[in-house]
């Protein structure tokens, strides 16, 4: 995991290349690369998604298996990550040499923070110009508040850069690169290092010694009796337990460093049996359960990924937690209830499938022949179901109206995009209710075009596009009271319901509808609450300013009254769908525009032009920090004035800088501001 162009992909295929996975280097620049199979991927020379595969790596006398997954860098394509940290077990984060922790650096680091994986860091493309190890071991412990702890150090900078002192084992190892860095030799260590190597090295040996008494003891009577294995003991346990970031450092696309990354991998990095058990929920008690890793315990699966395939068809990637799975048997799907036949079972080599007969707790694989799958959702053995924990997926920000260039079309493209809808949940489809256009929405305008581009390529099917509009949402800032009658008569039975209620903002931190019910005395009947609370949830789809949903709120309904023929729980359905467009009118309504972070990277006599560029798009500057060559320029702007941006900065910086945008947070649009959507929005 990284920010875009740290060397992932290059990285991964170095590891392809090492453990014999691969005969010959792919590389991302010349569409090369195993692990990006997709043809935008090749074109652009970028990673849009996940890939994973298994290899298998020698270190100590072991045989290690490790599932490899190589995510994208591009904040549009963050949901990528996200599945993918919920279902391994620890992460290499690489950062570049020379940009050291960039933004989405930050991003997916928050991202493993969440998921509480332990990780060891990669600091890459040593042999850039302007690459300095150590600036960026401080960058990860100020700007990442993380603990990192080199266990390498550099031998040479930039052009050279040619190995590494290993602080463990105290050698310097050097990689050749006529046999493309497959052999590496031990040479005497240079005397201008010696220094600090001794320095780090004391440090690391009364690190590992200040978590262990009896190592405490072998320190001060002679830390040279610390032994090699006793310290990557101790590395292993901090490392499992976050308090400690091991860092290695290399230059993969010189071919220098990987395999010392790979041993790092098998003796710091969690194996599943690290984790001991998984929880979850039993949903027939709704109590929470645990479920040992033990190819021997009830079955327990999630699935992470949905893809389309154009030779198997529908694929799930799962991850499996407990007992196993034979090809071709039934499992149960705790989230809808229902049971799945799993025809085959295959282990991913990138775009390549390896069919299995079997495959039990720890591993990765995938599935074909289910009906109801969708991402998050846990496989079980029916007799001992249980929902594991799911993800959680940012909103989309950004929107665009599609239609077909043929009628005829119509349908090839309501079926293409559903398939799109399933593999990607940031990527959302619906029809505008007044225009009756097809929206498509995602978290950036490079997360659309490439959805246009596989609608073109994938599924045959040629678009018309709209220009990209934000994805406004509503809220209320007071809270008001508001009684709401629903009254109708057409002749036999009518339709009665009345509510007293209380509307406002929700409490801090609640996402979606706070629905608190103080009736008392039976003025409205237990059994109409649900359908009260189905009319406000509904409702919130479609803000009162125009139409925008609402992210949350809170309602109190205090009281009302029910007749005993006339009222039913349509009529209190809809009668809190009046009640809230009624009550949200009071309720001083407000837009909310989503505000983005963004990190422009410029020449020095460039960054007033920048800036004053910013200031113009109601930007608000945070920072300007001088980097090798460059000044980096941090500010908060909103989205709706970013459109076209990297080609406005190419424009004003004669093509010498570039930026990476990413989302922040959603804020409330001034007023002038809002009135002009608004109009905008009403014609």
């Not at 609640?510 to 237990?526: A, C, H, R, T, W």
Request: hydrophobic content about 40%; charged content about 25%; aromatic content about 8%.
């Amino acid at each position: 995991m990284a920010h875009i162009d740290a060397g992932k992909t290059t990285t991964t295929e170095r590891i392809l290349f090492y453990t014999g996975k691969n005969y010959k280097l792919g590389e991302t620049h010349e569409g090369s690369a195993t692990m990006d199979w997709m043809a935008q991927e090749q074109e652009r020379g970028i990673t849009i998604t996940s890939a994973a595969t298994t290899v298998y790596w020698d270190w100590h006398d072991n045989r290690y298996k490790l599932n490899i997954i190589d995510t994208p860098g591009h904040v549009d394509f963050t949901v990528e990550v996200e599945r993918s940290l919920r279902v391994l077990d620890g992460a290499i984060a690489i950062f570049c040499a020379v940009g050291g922790v960039e933004p989405q650096s930050e991003t997916v680091w928050r991202q493993a923070d969440r998921y509480k994986v332990p990780r060891i860091a990669f600091v890459n493309k040593m042999d850039r110009a302007g690459a300095d190890f150590f600036s960026v071991v401080r960058q990860i412990r100020e700007r990442l508040g993380a603990n990192p702890i080199p266990l390498e150090i550099p031998i040479g900078q930039e052009n050279l850069f040619k190995g590494v002192v290993n602080l463990i084992t105290n050698k310097a190892l050097i990689w050749d690169e006529e046999s493309n860095g497959t052999k590496f030799y031990e040479v005497p260590m240079p005397d201008d290092l010696k220094d600090t190597v001794d320095e780090y090295r004391q440090r690391l040996i009364e690190g590992v010694a200040e978590e262990n008494e009896t190592l405490m003891e072998k320190y001060f009577s002679d830390p040279d009796s610390i032994t090699e294995d006793e310290m990557i003991a101790e590395i292993r346990k901090a490392t499992l337990a976050g308090k400690i970031t091991p860092v290695l450092c290399g230059a993969s696309f010189k071919n220098k460093g990987v395999q010392s990354l790979l041993d790092a991998v098998a003796a710091y990095l969690p194996s599943p049996l690290d984790m001991k058990e998984v929880d979850g929920i039993n949903p027939k008690t709704e109590q929470p359960e645990v479920r040992a890793i033990d190819a021997k315990a009830p079955f327990s699966a999630l699935a992470f990924k949905i893809a389309t395939d154009p030779y198997v068809g529908r694929l799930c990637f799962f991850r499996v937690y407990s007992g196993s799975l034979e090809s071709g048997s039934y499992v149960f799907n705790a989230n809808t209830g229902k049971k799945e036949r799993i025809s085959r079972i295959m282990q991913m080599h990138s775009n390549k499938q390896n069919p299995l007969d079997r495959i039990e707790a720890g591993d990765i694989g995938a599935a074909v022949g289910f009906k109801d799958i969708k991402t998050g959702h846990t496989l079980c053995d029916e007799h001992h179901p249980i929902v594991l924990e799911s993800m959680k997926f940012p909103e989309p920000v950004i929107s665009i109206a599609v239609e077909p260039l043929t009628m005829g079309d119509m349908d090839k493209l309501t079926n293409a995009l559903m398939k799109l809808a399933e593999e990607d949940p940031t990527f959302r489809v619906k029809t505008d209710e007044v225009s009756g256009q097809t929206l498509i929405s995602g978290m950036g305008e490079l997360h659309l075009d490439i959805i246009i581009d596989r609608l073109r390529r994938e599924f045959g099917v040629e678009v018309n596009q709209g220009r990209p509009e934000v994805a406004y949402k509503e809220a209320i800032t007071t809270t008001v009271q508001h009684h709401e009658i629903y009254k109708k008569q057409t002749g036999g039975k009518g339709k009665f319901a009345d509510i007293l209620f209380e509307i406002g903002p929700a409490d801090d931190g609640v996402v979606g509808l706070q629905f608190v019910n103080e009736v008392k005395g039976g003025n409205i009947p237990k059994e109409y609450m649900p359908a009260i609370e189905k009319g406000f949830k509904d409702a919130m789809l479609n803000g009162v300013l125009a139409g925008y949903p609402m992210d949350s709120m809170k309602v109190r309904i205090i009281d009302g009254s029910f007749h005993p023929v006339d009222s039913d729980q349509l009529s209190f359905e809809l009668c809190s769908k009046i009640g809230f467009k009624n009550a949200c009118r009071k309720a001083s309504p407000v837009l909310l525009e989503p505000i983005m972070k963004l990190e422009v990277l410029t020449p020095d006599a460039y960054v007033g032009d920048v800036t004053g560029d910013l200031n113009r798009r109601r930007g608000m500057l945070e920072s300007i920090d001088a980097k090798v060559g460059v000044q980096a320029v941090h500010a908060k702007v909103p989205l709706e004035q970013m459109f076209g941006y990297v080609t406005a900065l190419r424009t004003i910086t004669s093509g010498r800088a570039n930026s990476t945008m990413e989302f922040s947070h959603y804020a409330v649009v001034a007023r002038e501001k809002q009135e002009e959507i608004l109009k905008n929005k009403i014609y």
